[in-house]
């Protein structure tokens, strides 16, 4: 049966009975759904260097807005997301939430298949993207109830360390499957040079861009039904007391998702220029972004009946001072790896793809670099290092303790922080920048590692600090906070390369850091502290 009506791992009898079986059958089925999620939320880091390469009519500036509305509605949706499971259901919420993503991934490829595609599309198609960064928040809250205390650490780091994995095959997937035309439809023709995995591909080189989103429909269509058939709603006290039908389930979460949709499209407004859809105002992200959470926050407690009741018992997580700590620390580590993941490889495009020289005594960046490195063979390296790097985390984590491993990590990211706007700096201002490209390279993978151990690490720390009813919303509200990096970073980094300084931007991520290392020893390291070393 799909609905289970007795639950409590905590007693060995019943998990070694049957609680084991079940509980890992619901991970291995999450952790696909989950992985299609991250990649077709973060595509667009992928898709905006190929449509630069085949010489789509678009400034790169644009290019990154679509990133950055991508991330901001992603993370937007994991706010409503983290209150999914106690409402609807695990097994309703990951099948529903994982079948919607086939609606970005089929216009994507269409929309790419025309170089006149307006601007306007493709920005729509980015914020639909956002469904698979809401999804993060539910299908941790959800594996978070299958399993004991004991063993969340590194239960959560493999659905989430594996997930994250949906950013490294992305990465490796989409260049790939954009070489040939197994979906039909006419290719077209580089403009400059691209690559792949295996190396680069010439201009003059055929490529089917409109793969790049069809390519998840052959992975979407089974696994919602995989999940259908295969994972379970928990109809416990503690998970999904009042659980509603399928179709009532899908109603509520379409619901929640509108207020999530309908936030993060004002927030855009606000901060985009008028030349791109935004109302010109260009006001602050420090400004708008706690608006549009504290506005999505408000308007779900308006929804009438049961889903008004609900929330209010689960808001409860907001008057815990942990709920906040553990919000800022999971932004260092969760909210640099993702906002890394989707700027890494415009990043190396942008400041190592180009010549940075004086002409008639101004320092000119558009001059292509033909000894550069091609963006699309080394993106995926970062990603991958901490997605694969994660579950580690989690079980270090388990045996000495998640804020001990997370305070490591924290001076790690700080360290490496600084040496990669060192290397950024010297090679923005070079003719020849791929000098500065290994120890660039090097020093950015050790800052992905850190992010991937801390992320096992601070979820540690979470299912240790709160109860077994408030441990799965806060999983989903900090992941929620932390996943505006992915809109955050690309943000700042486009910015300051924008001003011809991209070392300011690591460099202000250093700082955060550090005062990371403050708040983490304060309440969990320190002598007297009221959970020491959870």
């Known amino acids: 049966m799909s609905d289970i009506d007795k639950w409590n791992v905590e007693d060995p009898k019943f998990w070694d009975g049957e609680g084991k079986k079940i509980a890992n059958r619901n991970l291995w089925i999450s952790i696909p759904s989950l992985l299609c999620g991250f990649a077709v939320w973060l595509y667009w880091g992928i898709i905006t260097i190929q449509m630069l390469n085949l010489g789509f009519p678009y400034a790169t500036s644009e290019l990154f807005t679509l990133m950055a509305i991508a991330g901001l509605t992603g993370a937007t949706l994991r706010i409503p997301s983290s209150f999914f499971i106690r409402l609807c259901g695990g097994r309703n919420t990951i099948v529903f939430t994982t079948a919607l993503l086939m609606i970005p991934a089929i216009g994507t490829g269409i929309a790419l ?27 941790m809250s959800n594996i978070s109830f299958f399993f004991p205390k004991k063993q969340q650490g590194l239960a959560l780091g493999l659905n989430a360390g594996l997930g994250n994995f949906g950013v490294t095959t992305m990465q490796i997937l989409v260049p790939l499957v954009m070489t040939f035309g197994i979906f039909g439809g006419e290719p077209m023709e580089l403009v400059n040079t691209s690559g792949t995995l295996i190396g680069k591909i010439p201009a003059g080189s055929d490529a089917w861009i409109q793969n790049a989103g069809y390519v998840w429909l052959l992975f979407l269509i089974p696994l919602a039904l995989v999940g259908w058939f295969g994972m379970n709603n928990i109809k416990a006290a503690h998970v999904t007391p009042g659980l509603p039908s399928p179709v009532g389930s899908f109603g509520i979460i379409s619901g929640m998702l509108a207020i999530g949709f309908l936030t993060s499209i004002l927030g855009l407004w606000l901060m985009l220029p008028e030349k791109v859809g935004g109302s010109g105002l260009e006001l602050s992200k420090w400004i708008v972004l706690p608006i549009v959470i504290a506005l999505t926050v408000f308007l779900l407690k308006l929804i009438p009946g049961q889903v008004k009741e609900n929330l209010t018992r689960q808001y409860k997580i907001f008057g815990n001072t942990h709920t906040w700590v553990m ?51 080394y993106a995926w390296m970062g990603p991958f290092i901490g997605a694969l790097i994660r ?15 997370t305070q490591i990590c924290a001076v790690v990211m700080v360290a490496s922080a600084v040496g990669v706007a060192y290397f950024m700096k010297a090679a923005y201002a070079s003719e020849t920048p791929q000098e500065f490209f290994v120890p660039f390279l090097v020093l950015f993978l050790v800052l992905f590692a850190a992010t ?24 989903g509200w900090t992941s929620a906070v932390a996943a505006y990096g992915a809109f955050i970073i ?24 550090g005062l990371c290392i403050v708040i983490n020893w304060w309440f969990y390291l320190r002598p007297g502290a009221e959970h020491k070393n959870p």
Not at 353 to 371: A, E
Not at 456 to 462: A, E, L, M, P, Q
Request: proline share 5%; charged share 10%; aromatic share 12%.
């Open 113 to 139: 298949q025309d170089k006149n595609t307006p601007l306007w599309v493709f920005q729509c198609l980015a914020l639909l993207s956002g469904l698979g960064g809401g999804n993060f928040a539910s299908s």
């Open 327 to 377: 919000s800022i620390i999971y932004t260092m580590t969760f909210g640099s790896f993702i906002g890394f993941s989707a700027g890494f490889g415009l990043s190396i495009k942008v400041i190592f793809g180009y010549q940075h020289v004086m002409v008639d005594g101004v320092m000119s960046h558009d001059i292509i670099n033909p000894n550069g490195p091609s963006a699309l063979m």
């Open 391 to 405: 579950p580690v985390g989690g079980w270090i984590a388990d045996k000495f303790g998640g804020a001990k491993v």
């Open 452 to 475: 991937g151990i801390g992320n096992g690490s601070t979820f540690r720390t979470i299912s240790m600090v709160f109860d077994k009813e408030q441990a799965g919303p806060v999983l």
């Open 490 to 513: 690309p943000k700042v980094l486009g910015e300051q390369i924008k001003l011809t300084t991209p070392e300011n931007a690591l460099y202000g991520f250093a700082v955060f850091y």
